[in-house]
């Protein structure tokens, strides 16, 4: 079983950063990519960010120059730094994994969430 437990969620003004963070636990043998989603109310599910193992990023077009994913391999944690936040940003946001467990299965899992909120 693998567990994604996610931080640093929080309400802030426009303009303003926050930093989060999501650390896998459990029976990893390895983690392929990790990204963070996002939904709001009324909306779907989107992707914001995702980055490999291989430190390959991708990000949606709404955050490219604002928000940038990093992780740390040697934790499986990955972070997503956001600077210059909107309102449009508000939402929760879900840390998501492509994991092989010790038994070599594979799968996505997904954290809990984190709720950002951006207003002034």
């Known amino acids: 079983q693998v567990q994604l437990v996610e931080s640093g969620g929080n309400l802030v003004h426009p303009g303003g950063s926050l930093r989060l963070a999501c650390a896998a636990s459990g029976s990893i043998f390895s983690i392929n990519e990790m990204g963070w989603y996002r939904q709001a109310p009324g909306k779907q599910r989107e992707l914001v960010a995702a980055v490999t193992s291989g430190g390959s990023t991708t990000y949606t077009d709404s955050v490219k120059g604002r928000f940038t994913i990093s992780r740390d391999n040697g934790k499986n944690t990955v972070y997503l730094q956001m600077n210059s936040l909107k309102p449009e940003d508000t939402a929760v946001y879900y840390c998501?994994?492509?994991?092989?467990?010790?038994?070599?299965?594979?799968?996505?899992?997904w954290g809990q969430g984190t709720q950002v909120t951006v207003s002034s």
């Open positions: 998501n994994a492509f994991v092989t467990v010790v038994a070599r299965s594979s799968m996505r899992y």
